[in-house]
């Protein structure tokens, strides 16, 4: 997620609710608290009804897939080793992949998605150890499409849609242009769901809630937190799908995966949730986590993983 130097200002103005900032006199003659951070508990590897988990996903905004890599995140994604990776905002076009990644032998069938009019620019990928049965680029419609925002994967059972969702931007110049996607994109899943369940996961650019980010009320006029957007959230949900995390955790506290560069906002965890894994409701009885790995450096996001049983 991007935003403007004043937007960003903002989304890191909770951190003076944590009184972390040292050298400053406590209001009220209160000593400074310490920030308060995300523990992400053990992985829960069996769902409600009593299945293991056979299938492992992994999403993460990369921030930049080049720089990315020069920060060792494959290490990391190895450690992990997910059965599929989905990554989001890779800002590189296909042909200048570093190697690196193109010839990772653990995930044989690879996917791309890049902007048609600007490199350097949003950008999705999927990465699979067992190969789909089909894979499709974008929404079937032009104006969604030339972005290269969504890669959407058919397996057996489901159907994995990996998506970096349109900022609405500074000064939100293009709330109106995320409006017309909520609707398009919530039509699209809705028909792949007809056919089959689905996982959708990435940057969906939107904190749900108010307990999705530090500073609900600083961020109300932000990209990422308009009632519009959440709206749309909201919408989608009702749709027929889960936010699985609040699913299992919902009233869970500051566990954010995207933090602001500026103003030590990550080490102070004044972050928004903008990561999600979204599912069918067919695929809720088969929901063993939904995790924050919000310990992992390499970007202005963590990655986060799905371990359900299919």
Not at 27 to 40: F, I, M, S
Not at 209 to 233: M, S, V, Y
Not at 251 to 260: D, G, I, M, P, V
Not at 305 to 310: G, R, S, V, Y
Request: charged share 30%; aromatic share 10%.
């Amino acid at each position: 997620m991007k935003r403007g130097k004043k937007a960003e200002e903002a989304a890191a103005e909770g951190e003076n609710d944590t009184g972390s900032a040292p050298g400053k006199k406590a209001k009220k003659a209160k000593e400074p608290e310490a920030p308060v951070l995300y523990d992400d508990p053990p992985d829960k590897m069996t769902s409600k009804d009593g299945r293991n988990a056979n299938m492992k996903i992994t999403s993460w905004n990369v921030d930049g897939l080049r720089a990315w890599v020069k920060k060792k995140g494959l290490d990391w994604v190895r450690e992990e080793a997910p059965d599929v990776l989905c990554l989001q905002e890779t800002k590189c076009s296909e042909k200048n992949l570093p190697a690196d990644i193109t010839s990772m032998p653990e995930y044989p069938h690879k996917y791309w998605a890049g902007s048609d009019e600007k490199e350097g620019y949003s950008g999705v990928a999927m990465l699979c150890k067992t190969e789909p049965l089909k894979v499709t680029y974008g929404i079937g419609k032009e104006e969604h499409d030339k972005e290269g925002r969504v890669i959407t994967a058919e397996f057996p059972t489901f159907f994995l849609v990996t998506a970096y969702i349109p900022n609405a931007s500074r000064g939100l110049v293009r709330l109106d242009y995320r409006k017309t996607w909520d609707i398009d994109f919530r039509a699209y899943l809705s028909d792949l769901d007809k056919q089959k369940p689905l996982v959708l996961c990435g940057d969906l650019n939107v904190a749900h809630q108010e307990i999705d980010l530090k500073n609900p009320k600083g961020n109300k006029k932000n990209a990422g937190f308009t009632p519009e957007e959440r709206e749309g959230f909201s919408q989608l949900l009702a749709a027929g799908f889960t936010d699985s995390f609040r699913e299992l955790y919902p009233e869970q506290t500051n566990a954010y995966t995207f933090w602001t560069y500026m103003m030590n906002a990550r080490s102070k965890n004044v972050g928004w949730r903008l990561d999600y894994f979204v599912l069918s409701s067919a695929l809720l009885p088969g929901l063993c986590d939904s995790k924050i790995r919000n310990k992992v450096m390499g970007s202005d996001h963590c990655p986060i993983t799905l371990h359900i049983a299919l």
